[in-house]
């Protein structure tokens, strides 16, 4: 049988079924369980145990890819909108653009609604690469994580500057010369980085206002570290490791 819904649909059948009974048969089948009940308990027995199987071999099975009914463009412009972040509740998405000119920090709410620009009036200059980490949310969701510095800066001597979210804000300095920041799952902790140009990356790590801060892997020459993300349970940092600062050439996953 397919299913336990064959099986009660054979069973119900087989109850309803006509049956002409002699003299004393009331008797004896109030004692011994008719060949027809007996068939049905055992039928649905196997259909059960069949279900139980199917079920925790479904279990068993390794998830496929994702599938997708439809997709939303969020954002329709000629510029270059890059490294979106979703708020922990859904609500809002963070990305980069340089729809005016310079790459900002831009919102927009899933629900509608012009994107709000959180960085065109804070005299920052922010990143406009991100092959090293891009933006992060809080997770609480009520900060947002760039890379910025001075105008004139250059890549390797811009900061991470933590904003409100989702309106925007004063933003402050949080971490100097350091880039890729990501926080932990609890939000008691950051990684990031802290690039050294052709001396290599270092991965730190600290509390999540900046102090106590610690090294977890030491720069090597000439490999750098991109895109470092917390395990779930906040026990290990993940990291691409390669010799490119873009990425242009095969990379390794790292942990640690």
Known sequence: LRDIGDARIVIEEALSAPHTRSAGEEDRRSRFPSPVALAAVALA????????????????????????????????????EFSPVISPDGKWVAYLSNARGPTDVWLRSLS?????????????????????????????????????GTPGVTSTGMSTFVIPAPLGGSPRQLLQRAQGMRWSPDGRQITYIRPGGSFGDSLM?????????????????GRHIHWPRWSADGRHVYFHYGFQTANAEQTEIFRV
Do not use: K, M
């Not at 068993?60 to 000629?78: K, N």
């Not at 600290?206 to 106590?212: E, F, K, L, R, S």
């Open 45 to 80: 027995s196997a259909a059960v145990t069949y279900g139980l199987g199917a079920f925790a071999s479904r279990g068993r099975e390794t998830a496929g890819p994702p599938l997708f009914d439809h997709l939303v463009r969020l954002v329709a412009s000629p510029a270059h």
């Open 112 to 148: 509608g609604g012009d994107a709000l620009n959180l960085t065109a009036a804070l005299g920052l200059e922010v990143t406009a690469l991100d092959a090293i980490g891009g933006i992060d949310v809080s997770p609480d969701g009520t900060q947002l994580a760039f890379v910025a």
């Open 205 to 221: 790590a600290a509390d999540a206002d900046g102090q106590n801060e610690r090294e977890l892997v030491r720069h090597e020459g």
